[in-house]
T-cell receptor, first 114, second 113 residues
Framework: DVKVTQSSRYLVKRTGEKVFLECVQD?????MFWYRQDPGLGLRLIYF???????EKGDIPEGYSVSREKKERFSLILESASTNQTSMYLC?????????????FGSGTRLTVV | KQEVTQIPAALSVPEGENLVLNCSFT??????LQWFRQDPGKGLTSLLL?????REQTSGRLNASLDKSSGRSTLYIAASQPGDSATYLC????????????FGKGTKLTVNP
């Protein structure tokens, strides 16, 4: 069963900490994405990557960075966590060719910054 | 800029009812449209994917249609069950080189026993 795996379901971090959220996919997908989801705001794209070592800013990249050293792994980094980054974080992947399939999402990481 | 709207934001129905969820998008230049289900506190589960050349897709009690020219899609759920209670999201993948999905804000469905 193909899937996207996010390393943590729940995380609690302190303000100012550096936080790493990890995502791994086993489908050989070229594209990977990080979204955050907040009540009333829906899903908002933070960053995406269409190839190893490539990254593109999404709609809300401020306060975040990403790393993609291997095709199957895409990491989201909060350089200095703040309380307004408390949210549900969702990772997704897809094939580069749109006609060959849709997006597959992970189970999400609920991050609380205190 | 592509925008996706889902109406209604919430829907409550009795068990056994057939129902339709609506999704509209502003730019018809899309590769595909995808319907997802999300349970509280969980990730998104893909339900149906409709390519731009297709009119509909079916999976079990679910049927999704796409009218690209009018910018509309519907998700039809037959004989609803309490286990169908969840938030349903639609998303479009735009043409023109973008790799991104644009999401609606979802319809929260409650099916009452």
């Amino acid at each position: 069963d193909v899937k996207v795996t996010q390393s943590s379901r729940y995380l609690v971090k302190r303000t100012g900490e550096k936080v790493f959220l990890e995502c791994v996919q086993d489908m050989d997908h070229e594209n990977m994405f990080w979204y955050r989801q907040d009540p009333g705001l829906g899903l908002r794209l933070i960053y995406f990557s269409y190839d190893v070592k490539m990254k593109e800013k999404g709609d809300i990249p401020e306060g975040y960075s990403v790393s993609r050293e291997k095709k199957e792994r895409f990491s989201l980094i909060l350089e200095s966590a703040s309380t307004n980054q408390t949210s549900m974080y969702l990772c997704a992947s897809s094939l580069r060719t749109a006609g060959r399939g849709g997006y597959t999402f992970g189970s999400g990481t609920r991050l609380t910054v205190v | 800029k592509q925008e996706v709207t889902q109406i209604p934001a919430a829907l409550s129905v009795p068990e056994g009812e057939n129902l339709v969820l609506n999704c509209s998008f502003t730019d018809s230049a899309i590769y595909n449209l995808q319907w997802f289900r999300q349970d509280p506190g969980k990730g998104l589960t893909s339900l149906l994917l409709i390519q731009s050349s297709q009119r509909e897709q079916t999976s079990g009690r679910l049927n999704a249609s796409l009218d690209k020219s009018s910018g509309r899609s519907t998700l039809y759920i037959a004989a609803s069950q309490p286990g169908d209670s969840a938030t349903y999201l639609c998303a479009v993948r735009a043409q023109g080189g973008s790799e991104k999905l644009v999401f609606g804000k979802g319809t929260k469905l409650t099916v009452n026993p």
